[in-house]
Nanobody
């Protein structure tokens, strides 16, 4: 069983910064892609940033130049550094892992999700 645990959400004023962290636990051998999605109230979940083994790092256009994303494959962790936050960045941020291979050799092509962490940008 694979679990993703996020931390680091909170309330910040516009222009502020937050750092989100996510750690995947379980009998994991490798993960193809890890990243972050977000869902604002009344809207669909959308990609924020993802780092994959075959395609590198991809960011949503709305966060390019403001957010950075880093990953530690050995520790199965991913971090999202969010700077120059805007009110429209408000939402629940979910950690995602896709394409997980377990130490048993079993490979899952689907998605694992964290429980979500609230980010609120407001003055």
């Amino acid at each position: 069983q694979v679990q993703l645990v996020e931390s680091g959400g909170g309330v910040v004023p516009p222009g502020g910064s937050l750092r989100l962290s996510c750690a995947a636990s379980g009998s994991i051998s490798s993960i193809n892609a890890m990243g972050w999605y977000r869902q604002a109230s009344g809207k669909q979940r959308e990609l924020v940033a993802v780092i994959s083994n075959w395609a590198g790092t991809n960011f949503a256009d709305s966060v390019k130049g403001r957010f950075t994303c880093s990953r530690d494959n050995a520790k199965n962790t991913v971090v999202l550094q969010m700077n120059s936050l805007k009110p429209e960045d408000t939402g629940v941020y979910y950690c995602n892992a896709r394409g997980v291979t377990l130490r048993s050799g079993t490979h899952y092509t689907g998605d694992y999700w964290g429980q979500g962490t609230q980010v609120t940008v407001s003055s």
